[in-house]
């Protein structure tokens, strides 16, 4: 997850910056911006000293927002492996993004809770 510093320009398209050009291009690595809407991820991001590093519930925010297949699977495997969490999770989002409580449980539809 990265903030506005990892692009030359954001509008009207992202741009990324000249080092993390051939790391996107690899397709491995799967970089989002920080949607401007949910301030709170600003500031969890900016309060690390280099690398920034994102909460769960954070990630699983920014996975819902984007809410691609992949992302939802993501969250499902997140879920998964974090499921002792899900309450932290669906309370985060309550709070900081409560128009997404429904796509957790959309993309959680169907998940065991098993590893």
């Known amino acids: 997850m990265v903030g506005e510093e990892a692009f030359e320009m954001t509008t009207p398209l992202l741009v990324y910056r000249e080092e993390l050009k051939d790391l996107v291009a690899i397709g491995h690595t799967d970089i989002m911006s920080v949607p401007p809407e949910f301030p709170s991820l600003n500031t969890e991001l900016a309060a ?4 920034p590093v ?3 519930p954070g990630l699983v925010l920014m996975k ?3 809410f691609r297949p992949r992302d939802k699977e993501d969250v499902r495997t997140l879920m998964t492996l974090h499921r002792d969490r899900l309450r932290e999770v669906r309370d985060h989002l309550a709070t900081n993004a409560p128009g997404l409580v429904n ?3 959309e993309a959680l539809t169907g998940w065991s809770g098993s590893a």
């Open 48 to 51: 690390t000293d280099d690398i």
């Open 103 to 105: 796509r957790l449980a």
């Open 64 to 66: 819902l927002d984007a």
């Open 54 to 56: 994102i909460s769960l």
